[in-house]
């Protein structure tokens, strides 16, 4: 479920482009630091984002400076002169999202996935088990949501409502964390839901031929069996990836903002909708046939 | 806690009057009213709207005194004006309506699940869309939605939920409130056809011509 909120690059300025990658080195760096160099690999576009977020509503945010990239010495990249509480809840997250995601691909998953997800079994245990004593709280969080989920798929519920709800919720209180005024973490809360909703929604959409096939929960795949025209599939897939980003962007609006407000924009009016088109092209390009 | 008027509309205090305006209209897109009808964040993006019309208003007011003959507009209404559909409409359920507006979104389930199946008409299922849309739940909004709208097609209110839904599936989001700038200007066969007629006038206008039959 990882990798879905990205900016639209096309339409970034330069600057805020650096300032995006600063985000996303910065985070690696966090990782390193706080979890050790081999949770580095952890690292990812969504909690980047969500690193991003949390520091344009926080009250002071550093600057960068340049270095190199421990992993590829040619490459220069931006770090934040400091840790600050949004890179290390993004970083807690990272870790304790991962430790589940690598669980569940353990489960599901057979062959070179499963062997992949075995081999890195024991570093994330050991990172997840760090990020239990950084932050109880959060990790409870992911835990009931993990559960949540469980439950949904136990219950093979058709509704995409209710599939998408505890991805949902869990976002809006990552999102919304730590914030006072009620008014603005009202605000938080929904655009955290929106945004957990629209990447629970995608990774359906992405799944959906697979989960088909595999006879996996999807509830798309509840919606629209086997043998539906796969034109009315998508419509619908697309109609509902819309309506969540649209929703995330009025949420958007309302956020007070002390900086990237530029960037944040741009992944949400811009991103979320090319992220969809994209997956969407790539899974029903070659499924014009019935499913 | 009142802010400072400049620093809520997040322009310098010696910003021209034009630079003003801009910044006035570019905040009042976001926080119009019609938008979040049917959202949780209604509330909060009223009031942002207050405190954006009270800034407004504050400065405006500051620059006439301090400068006799200030010719600046005072705010354009269309933006602040509340949106109300059709006028005061005849409500089957007021006491559940009562409750949505006063936040009370359980409450006002259980009411309208306790209405008997047969006796449920247009404005139920639009009340029904309402909540899962504070909620989060587009999928199920979205149906009710649209079986308000069959069930009453002239009403506006309907009809005005249902469209905005429509519009965001389809992507319309993306240009509202003056986001959205990657809409490049195409050039169409009407501006291939304009654009020679102007040019054959240029070129009358200095003697030659370029089309020569007009």
Known sequence: MFGYVKAFHAELKMKDYDIYRGMYCSLCKTLGRRYGAGARMFLNYDLSFLALTLSAMADD???????RCDFNPAKKCRIATRATPALDLAADACVALTYYKIKDTIADAGGKKKAAALFSLPLAGAAFHKAEKNNAVLTAKVKAYIEAQADVERERLASIDKAAEPSALLLAAVFSSGETDPAQKQVRERFGYCLGRWVYLIDACDDYFDDIKNNNYNP???LFPKGTSPGQVREKMQGDLNQTAAEAALAFELLSLKRFEDIIENVVYDGLFHEAQTVLNRRFSDAEKPV | MQRNPYEVLGIDPNATDDQLKDAYKRLARKFQADEYKASPLSEIAKQKMRELDEAYDAIVQSRRTAQSGYGGQARQQAYSADYSYGGAQQSAYPDIRAKISANRIDDAETLL????????????????????QQRGWFDEAERYFTSACEMDPSNIEYASAFNRVRNNRTGGYRTARGRGRQNSRECSGCDVCSGLLCADCCCECMGGDCISCC
């Open chain 1, 61 to 67: 945010c550093p600057g960068f400076v340049q270095k």
């Open chain 1, 220 to 222: 798309y795949a509840l």
């Open chain 2, 113 to 132: 699940d306790g209405i008997p199946p047969n006796m449920r008409d247009a404005e139920w299922n639009y009340l029904k869309g309402f909540i899962s």
